[in-house]
């Protein structure tokens, strides 16, 4: 097993993973920018290096720093976190030129799964449905135009390397089109240095389903279920649960078996995730693969037992997987709130600051806070707005909501504003006690009455 591993990361997904390695007798090495001096995962590494100042490109992007910083401490791998270097391909490229591992997929999947539009094509290859529209990137106003004609609205034009929600238009009639295909291309190459798009149908009413999977180097692909992160804000994730409360078992069952299908076919090794749409008739559609460890793992933990973080270690230093398919169990239900340093009632504004008191729930079974926050922890103005995670898990989806509950409303964290009440409020929602919520039903219809009450209180 690997004696040493650099976590290129921070806030809670590199205390998660520290702690994996402490547990598995690895020594780790922690990278921080200045804005990070105080921060806990430098605090429980057994090295911190620093590798810049605040700004994330000149710190936690800057793979020549990372590289060196892993070099110098002599670490053996690397594991990437999700966001920042996850899924860049260069940084994992550079990982095996000065035989470091990258803990994740190697390069060439990596490449291939970020292309929107060539992942399109592998999974048609792959016998997995996808959503109807350009089966090609474009860059021309023609090429939108045919494609468009062809598929109907409404549409929604993607970047070919986009993620996070950027150069991501819904188009509804023909007016906006050129309009928001040009603006979608601006922001595109802005980002990502990339100006080509794809569109497809857009689907709704619709569920976003996930699937979670692991596979070896041995070529052994399994999944561990499926996750619904369908209660998302300008496609920000903001609460999921596991399993999903819409689907049927034949869909579960159809699903998953789509989504190993499709790890296969690209031979895919570490975790990953497959993302698709279901529409109301539960028919699903391949939306794209996340080639990384998800926000949202936890869930998946709680009800398999499986250690996620610990099996890309594993499967990274090349042994088997520790499971095979026959040997996963689901058991009960699980949910995860994400907490974030912002303010809904202004637009969901971001909330920096310094904690200055923090009460976090504890006690009970199925309750578990992923976070790297205390009392005096400074939240800079740089990076995501995401403070801790509260995962509940319970024999069914109703214990489970209760335990979320309670937990949020022992909850207290003071000094900066946070999303605690607009979460117990959604907690509470109808549409989701019932499980018929829809990606459309945070925008549409919930944040519109929950800032109307705000402002009748």
């Known amino acids: 097993m690997f004696q040493k591993i650099l976590v290129a990361n921070r806030g809670e997904i590199a205390v998660r993973i520290i702690r994996a390695c402490k547990e598995l007798n690895i020594q780790t090495v922690a990278v921080y920018s200045t804005a990070d001096e105080d921060?806990?995962?430098?605090?429980?590494?057994?090295?911190?290096?620093?590798?810049?100042?605040?700004?994330?490109s000149e710190s936690y992007l800057n793979i020549h720093?990372?590289?060196?910083?892993?070099?110098?401490?002599?670490?053996?791998?690397?594991?990437?976190?999700?966001?920042?270097?996850?899924?860049?391909?260069?940084?994992?490229?550079?990982?095996?030129?000065v035989n470091i591992t990258f803990i994740g997929p190697n390069k060439k999947v990596i490449d291939q799964m970020g292309n929107k539009s060539n992942a399109r094509?592998?999974?048609?290859?792959?016998?997995?449905?996808?959503?109807?529209g350009s089966s090609q990137s474009i860059t021309t106003t023609d090429e939108l135009l045919s494609i468009v004609e062809d598929i109907g609205y409404p549409v929604i034009m993607k970047a070919v390397a986009g993620g996070g929600g950027k150069g991501m238009r819904m188009v509804f009639d023909e007016k906006q089109l050129i309009p928001s295909f040009q603006q979608a291309q601006s922001e595109s190459q802005a980002a990502f240095g990339d100006n080509r798009m794809y569109v497809e149908k857009i689907i709704s009413p619709a569920k976003h389903i996930e699937v979670q999977i692991l596979g070896d180097k041995q070529g052994n692909v399994i999944h561990l279920g499926e996750r619904d992160c369908s209660l998302?804000?300008?496609h920000q994730k903001i609460l999921e649960e596991a399993p999903s409360p819409f689907l049927s078992d034949e869909t579960r069952k159809n699903i998953a078996?789509?989504?190993?299908?499709?790890?296969?076919?690209?031979?895919?090794?570490?975790?990953?995730?497959?993302?698709?749409?279901?529409?109301?008739?539960?028919?699903?559609?391949f939306m794209e693969m996340n080639t990384r460890i998800q926000v949202e793992h936890p869930i998946t933990e709680m009800i398999t037992t499986i250690d996620l973080?610990?099996?890309?270690?594993?499967?990274?230093?090349?042994?088997p997987l520790s499971y095979k398919q026959e040997d996963v169990l689901f058991t009960g239900h699980a949910i995860e709130c994400r907490i974030n340093a912002e303010n809904p009632s202004f637009n969901f504004a971001p909330s920096p600051g310094t904690i200055d008191y923090l009460n976090l729930p504890s006690g009970g079974l199925g309750l578990r806070i992923d976070t790297a926050m205390f009392a005096g922890?400074?939240?800079?103005?740089?990076?995501?707005?995401?403070?801790?995670?509260?995962?509940?898990?319970?024999?069914?989806?109703?214990?489970?909501?209760?335990?979320?509950?309670?937990?949020?409303?022992?909850?207290?964290?003071?000094?900066?504003?946070?999303?605690?009440?607009?979460?117990?409020?959604l907690l509470q929602d109808e549409e989701f006690v019932t499980g018929e919520y829809t990606t459309e039903t945070l925008s549409e219809r919930f944040i519109p009455h929950w800032l109307n009450e705000e402002e009748g209180n």
């Open 377 to 425: 922890s400074d939240i800079p103005p740089y990076y995501d707005a995401m403070i801790a995670k509260v995962i509940t898990h319970g024999r069914d989806r109703e214990e489970a909501l209760s335990k979320m509950k309670r937990a949020l409303e022992e909850m207290v964290i003071e000094g900066i504003q946070t999303n605690l009440s607009f979460q117990l409020s």
């Open 232 to 234: 998302q804000r300008n």
């Open 65 to 97: 720093n990372i590289l060196s910083a892993a070099v110098l401490t002599g670490a053996e791998a690397i594991h990437p976190g999700f966001g920042f270097l996850s899924e860049n391909s260069l940084f994992a490229a550079m990982c095996e030129e």
């Open 39 to 56: 921060a806990l995962h430098m605090q429980l590494a057994d090295e911190a290096v620093c590798i810049g100042p605040a700004k994330a």
């Open 257 to 285: 078996e789509s989504a190993v299908r499709a790890a296969q076919y690209v031979g895919y090794e570490n975790a990953g995730t497959i993302e698709f749409l279901v529409d109301a008739d539960e028919r699903f559609y």
């Open 121 to 132: 094509l592998m999974m048609e290859k792959a016998n997995v449905p996808v959503i109807p």
């Open 309 to 319: 973080i610990k099996e890309q270690i594993r499967i990274a230093y090349g042994l």
